[in-house]
């Protein structure tokens, strides 16, 4: 199969994305961290989201072309349980958002 090496290798987009995502993730989770993991459990917790995060933005993006990453995310969406909510934009994303927009930096 000619594309499985390309497959096989997170893209640098997708590896951006899931910086980004992950520390979001990680941000929105500070006040549990503070609470309830030391800093060491949180230390090797965010590299185990970071790459969860980057291999489900790399099996969206190859689900079209991978028989392999569509069976990953078809799996994995299945496992969504049904009693989960939809989720809700993060209080300090709307907060900075508001804020900006007060300011007319809006575009």
């Not at 995502?21 to 989770?29: C, E, I, P, Q, Y």
């Not at 800093?39 to 291999?55: F, G, S, V």
């Amino acid at each position: 199969m000619p594309n499985t090496p390309r497959i096989l290798a997170p893209t640098k987009t997708s590896q951006q994305m899931a910086m980004f995502l992950a520390m979001v993730v990680r941000n929105a989770m500070e006040d549990f961290h503070h609470e309830y993991l030391t800093d060491e459990q949180m230390k090797e917790l965010n590299p185990i989201i970071r790459n969860a995060i980057c291999t489900g933005l790399h099996a969206l993006r190859y689900c079209d072309k991978s028989e392999g990453a569509r069976s990953y995310v078809n799996f994995h969406t299945l496992c969504i349980p049904q009693y989960w909510e939809p989720p809700d934009l993060l209080v300090d994303f709307i907060e900075t958002v508001k804020m900006s927009e007060s300011r007319g930096a809006w575009k």
